[in-house]
Structures are given as structure tokens and as C-alpha cells.
């Protein structure tokens, strides 16, 4: 089973960026497609970006254009470069397999908070 670990997130003004890793404790970035996730309170978790094992993205629109999916297959590390932040990207952030209702997908890990406020 592969354990999946995100960090980077923290407290960041409006306007500002964060760059979120996702590290796997073995290769799976080309086995599965991937994505981020996030859960706001009070809200269910939403699948925000996703990435094929050959490299191809695919966005929610809330984020399209401002955050950017991305994977080193040599550090078994998944990214999250998010930019332009708002106050209503303020969540709980996952990465995990790709799934298009988040709800089907076990074994979540931790998450990272990021919190976007001045």
C-alpha cells in the first residue's frame, strides 16, 4: 500500500502563491493518474486538478489558469503550484489517486491546511 504525505501549505496573503508537494513512498505516479484534492469546512471534497501517467492535466474550473499539477517521477513527488491564491481557496488540501467523486477513494492521508487571508 503507498503511503502519500502533503505538505507545503500555510497561512499566505490573498494574492500570494504556495507550491504543495504530495510524496509517495514508492512510484505510482506511473502506474495511477493522480490528483489534488481539497475540503473546505463545512464543505465535501472536491477533485481540483488530475494528471495521466503520460503527463496530461485536466483543471476544475475554480483553479484553471491559477494552479498548476505537476510530477517528478525521480523523487516520487507529485506538486501542487498554486498562484493567484483567494480566500475561498482556504481548505484542506489531498493528493490521491484520480477519481471523479472523491468519496470512492480510501486510504487519505493527512492533508495540508492552506489558509488564505490578510
Known amino acids: 500500500q503507498v503511503q502519500l504525505v502533503e505538505s507545503g501549505g500555510g497561512l499566505v496573503q490573498p494574492g500570494g502563491s504556495l507550491r504543495l508537494s504530495c510524496a509517495a513512498s514508492r512510484n505510482i505516479f506511473s502506474i495511477n493518474a493522480m490528483g489534488w484534492y481539497r475540503q473546505a469546512p463545512g464543505k465535501e471534497r472536491e477533485l481540483l486538478a488530475s494528471?495521466?501517467?503520460?503527463?496530461?492535466?485536466n483543471y476544475a474550473d475554480s483553479v484553471k489558469g491559477r494552479f498548476t499539477i505537476s510530477r517528478d517521477f525521480t523523487k516520487n513527488t507529485m506538486y501542487l503550484q498554486m498562484n493567484s491564491l483567494k480566500p475561498e481557496d482556504t481548505a484542506v488540501y489531498y493528493c490521491n489517486k484520480y477519481a471523479v467523486i472523491p468519496g470512492t477513494l480510501n486510504d487519505w492521508g493527512q492533508g495540508t491546511q492552506v489558509t488564505v487571508s490578510s
Open positions: 494528471i495521466t501517467t503520460r503527463g496530461s492535466t
